[in-house]
Every structure is written in structure tokens, then in C-alpha cells.
């Protein structure tokens, strides 16, 4: 059964969403974050994916008081990322209850420093970042593309123990048109240990069982669900979450 992992980015404090990573085209939700946590936990849901949107954009964790205020007002496994540079961007995240952080910018400008952290902290407490434009990794809020390839850089980090990965189709994000399943099948195929989390372009429950039947492991979904697009009760009778 694929992992049902809702998502809530922050800016200045509130839960909000990009269309395509462009921090001129947000939409603030709610004004609690919490609140919206604990609605989660209470729907059934066990995991909740964490964007620092702030800390991506200006390099450095700023929203570590909203992750701090989540993990102490609900038993959800939170992941979070966004602005993850430094060895203190990495103790303000654990610290502040986070049980698993997600990486993206690092692992490609700084790939010693990342691979510190991956044998310091041990694998399973880290995702890949993994977010993509065409298929080539891009950075630092989604606001910088590289060249590198995403078949090649994943293949870098399985070499390096990583098993998490979460991978977000900027083309995709918030424009609720569907994800992009054939990157995702084609991710599976080369590297079928992986636990993969798909990310970006969830518009429906459809999406995510479709999701689900192609054997992806995993989907973080956000704008769909603020929109009222996803039907969780579906969700429960079909997945059994």
C-alpha cells in the first residue's frame, strides 16, 4: 500500500502553497499550521511532510518554532526541509522534533557535507531531495536548475546508503495536473529498492490510487487536499490507511 504523506509548507508562519515553486503565486490557507497538524492526525493520517518555504529561500532554517509547536501537539513522524545548510540548520530540525529531514540543495553543492550527515545520523533519518525541471535536479527553492541528471545523481546517493527519496516535478507542483507518473515508473524501474515518495501535481484521489497501482511507495500531497479534491474517507475504504 503506497504511504499517504500530507504536506504543509510555511511561510512566515502560516500554511500556504506555490504554483510551480513561484513564491509570487502563493495561497495562504490557514494561519495555523498546528491546527492543521493536529486535523491530519485526527483524519487517520501517521506521517506529515515539513517545507521551511522562508528557510529554501533565504538558506537557512527559519521556521523551526512551527515544526517545534507540531511535534509537540501531535504524535505524527514529521519530516522536514527547506533551507537544511549548515550543521546547526541540522540540529534546529532534530532538535525540534523532527524524525526524518529532507535535503536537497546540499546533497548537490555540498556532497561531503552530506555525506557526513548520512553517517552520522544514519540513512534512515534522510531524505533525498530529489527536485526536478525536465528530469535535471534544481535547487535552492526550486529558484536555481543544474544540469545533473536525476538517474545519475540518484545512483550517486544509493551507492552512498540513501533509501529515501522524495522526488518533486517542479513543472508539476500545485498546478493540479496530475504527477508525473512515467518519471516515477521509471525511477522504480532502475532502482526498485527505493523507497520513493512522489511529490508535485496530486489533483485527486484518482491520482493517488493510479499512484498506488503503478507500485510507487509513496505520495505527499497538499494543494489537492486544501482544495477539497481529495475524498479521505476513499481513501481509508480502498487503501486501508
Not at 502560516?14 to 504554483?19: D, I, N, P, S
Not at 491530519?40 to 501517521?46: H, L, P, V
Not at 484518482?206 to 510507487?216: C, N, Q
Amino acid at each position: 500500500m503506497i504511504e499517504l504523506i500530507p504536506a504543509i509548507d510555511i511561510i512566515g508562519g502560516e500554511c500556504v502553497r506555490l504554483t510551480k515553486g513561484d513564491y509570487a503565486q502563493m495561497k495562504v490557507y490557514n494561519t495555523n499550521p498546528v491546527s492543521v497538524a493536529m486535523e491530519f492526525e485526527a483524519k487517520g493520517f501517521k506521517r506529515l511532510h515539513v517545507v521551511d518555504l522562508d528557510g529554501a529561500k533565504s538558506k537557512h532554517v527559519v521556521n523551526d518554532k512551527v515544526l517545534h509547536h507540531i511535534s509537540h501537539h501531535t504524535n505524527l513522524v514529521v519530516d522536514f526541509g527547506g533551507g537544511i545548510k549548515t550543521q546547526d540548520d541540522m540540529d534546529k530540525a532534530l532538535d525540534n522534533g523532527a524524525a526524518m529531514v529532507t535535503i536537497g540543495s546540499i546533497s548537490y553543492t555540498n556532497p561531503q557535507l552530506f555525506g557526513s550527515w548520512i553517517e552520522r545520523y544514519g540513512a534512515e533519518r534522510i531524505i533525498l531531495g530529489a527536485d526536478v525541471r525536465d528530469r535535471k535536479i534544481a535547487i535552492n527553492g526550486w529558484l536555481d536548475c543544474t544540469e545533473c541528471d536525476i538517474m545519475e545523481f540518484l545512483a550517486h546517493y544509493i551507492e552512498k546508503g540513501i533509501t529515501n527519496v522524495l522526488c518533486t516535478d517542479i513543472s508539476k507542483d500545485g498546478a493540479l495536473k496530475g504527477p508525473s507518473i512515467s518519471l516515477y515508473k521509471d525511477i522504480m524501474q532502475r532502482f526498485p529498492q527505493l523507497h520513493l515518495i512522489a511529490s508535485g501535481g496530486v489533483s485527486s484521489t484518482e491520482d493517488i490510487l493510479t499512484l498506488d497501482r503503478e507500485g510507487i511507495p509513496a505520495v505527499v500531497f497538499g494543494k489537492a487536499y486544501y482544495e477539497g479534491l481529495i475524498d479521505i474517507e476513499r481513501l481509508h475504504k480502498e487503501l486501508k490507511f
